[in-house]
Nanobody, 124 residues
Framework: QVQLVESGGGLVQAGGSLRLSCAAS????????MGWFRQAGGKEREFVAT????????YYADSLKGRFTISRDNAKNTVYLQMNSLKAEDTAVYYC?????????????????WGQGTQVTVSS
């Protein structure tokens, strides 16, 4: 089992930055790929980024490349999402997720454990 708690969300002006954190508990964190997803009001949950167990390999939604960066610190059982040049359309609840395996892609079914989410609101 892995428990996930996101933090770092809030209100930011367009063009600003935020860094989200996801603290994990459970002894399998360092073996698991981790992902970030988001869900805007009235829309389906969408993939943001994923990182493999070692932090070596990352993969992003095409529309977010260059603005968002996913990273992890296995010693701290934490995964991060650095978000720069934020736009109003980035407004959403952001979810952290832990995969069952050491590698994972963009599909929600690959992730077994989910956090409660943190709200990010970008004002234009």
């Amino acid at each position: 089992q892995v428990q996930l708690v996101e933090s770092g969300g809030g209100l930011v002006q367009a063009g600003g930055s935020l860094r989200l954190s996801c603290a994990a508990s459970g002894r399998t964190f360092s073996n698991s790929a981790m992902g970030w997803f988001r869900q805007a009001g009235g829309k389906e949950r969408e993939f943001v980024a994923t990182i493999d167990w070692s932090g070596t390999h990352t993969y992003y939604a095409d529309s977010l490349k260059g603005r968002f960066t996913i990273s992890r610190d296995n010693a701290k059982n934490t995964v991060y999402l650095q978000m720069n040049s934020l736009k109003a359309e980035d407004t959403a609840v952001y979810y952290c997720a832990a995969a069952r395996g050491s590698y994972a892609g963009r599909w929600a079914y690959e992730y077994a454990f989910w956090g409660q989410g943190t709200q990010v609101t970008v004002s234009s």
